[in-house]
C-alpha cells in the first residue's frame, strides 16, 4: 500500500454514515469524528494502525458516547491475519465498533466490521454536551477529520467569521444590533474581546473589521464559510442595525 495519511481515511468514512442518514463533524473537541442521526451518536477515531494510543483514546471517548468506533485501513490479509483476529476480540471485548477503509482499492470506500453494543455507562455528562454543542454550533463540516498541524473550524471561530460577513454586508455593528438581529448576549464578547484581532472598535461600543479580518474572510481557509454568510446576508431583506 503505497503512503497515506490519516485525513486520507476521512471521507470514506464520512460517506458511509452520511449513507446511513447521520450528520457528520469532523474535529469536534478532539474527536476525528462525530455524528448525529436523531438521539443517537457516534464518535470515530482514526489511525494508521490499530495500536495503544487508539484504545486509550476509544476508552475516554465512550465516557460520553456509547458508539465509538476504532477506523482503520483494511489489513492486506484480511481475516487470514492472525493479529486481525486478536484486534476483533478485543473490540468486542471493549464494545469498540470497527471500521476498515479499502485503501487499496481504486474506489476507496468504508465498512462496518463490528458495530458496538452500547453497554457502556456514559460518566461524563459535561463533556458529552459540550461535545453536542460544539456540533451543533457549526452550520457545515469545514474540517478533514485526522488533520494535523492546522487549525481548526471551530464553532467560536466560525461565528466570528459569520460576523465579519455580518459587517460586510451592513457595516460596524453594536451589541444592541446583534440583539435585534437575534443574536445572543455572548456574541457581542466575540468583538470586544478580539481574539484574532479581526475587528476594530469604530466608536464607542461599535465595531468594525480590521486589515487583518479582511484577509481572513478571504484566506482559502475560509472560503466555503465566507461565501456561505455573505450569501445569507445578501439575501436577507432587514435593515441595517
Request: include cysteine.
Amino acid at each position: 500500500m503505497p503512503d497515506f495519511k490519516e485525513t486520507d481515511l476521512y471521507l470514506p468514512v464520512k460517506s458511509l454514515f452520511e449513507d446511513m442518514g447521520f450528520t457528520v463533524k469532523s474535529e469536534v473537541k478532539d474527536c476525528d469524528i462525530y455524528a448525529v442521526k436523531y438521539d443517537k451518536t457516534v464518535v470515530a477515531e482514526m489511525k494508521k494502525s490499530f495500536n495503544l494510543t487508539l484504545i486509550y483514546q476509544l476508552l475516554n471517548r465512550q465516557t460520553f458516547c456509547k458508539n465509538v468506533y476504532a477506523v482503520i485501513p483494511r489489513p492486506k490479509k484480511g481475516a487470514k491475519d492472525k493479529n486481525y483476529k486478536y484486534m476483533l476480540k478485543l473490540c468486542r471485548k471493549l464494545d469498540f465498533g470497527l471500521i476498515t477503509v479499502a485503501l487499496d482499492s481504486p474506489v476507496k470506500f468504508a465498512e462496518i466490521i463490528i458495530s458496538p453494543d452500547e453497554i457502556n455507562s456514559i460518566t461524563n455528562y459535561k463533556k458529552q454536551s459540550s461535545v453536542k454543542k460544539e456540533a451543533a454550533s457549526r452550520s457545515g463540516d469545514y474540517n478533514i477529520g485526522g488533520s494535523a498541524g492546522r487549525k481548526i473550524i471551530t464553532a467560536y471561530r466560525e461565528k466570528s467569521i459569520e460576523l465579519l460577513c455580518l459587517i460586510i454586508v451592513y457595516g460596524p455593528i453594536s451589541g444592541a444590533g446583534l440583539r435585534e438581529l437575534g443574536y445572543e448576549k455572548g456574541t457581542y464578547s466575540i468583538l470586544y474581546k478580539n481574539y484574532y484581532k479581526w475587528f476594530e472598535k469604530v466608536e464607542k461600543g461599535i465595531y468594525g473589521i480590521s486589515e487583518t479580518g479582511r484577509k481572513a474572510v478571504n484566506d482559502d481557509k475560509y472560503k466555503n464559510i465566507a461565501e456561505y454568510y455573505l450569501n445569507k446576508f445578501n439575501s436577507q431583506n432587514i435593515k441595517e442595525p
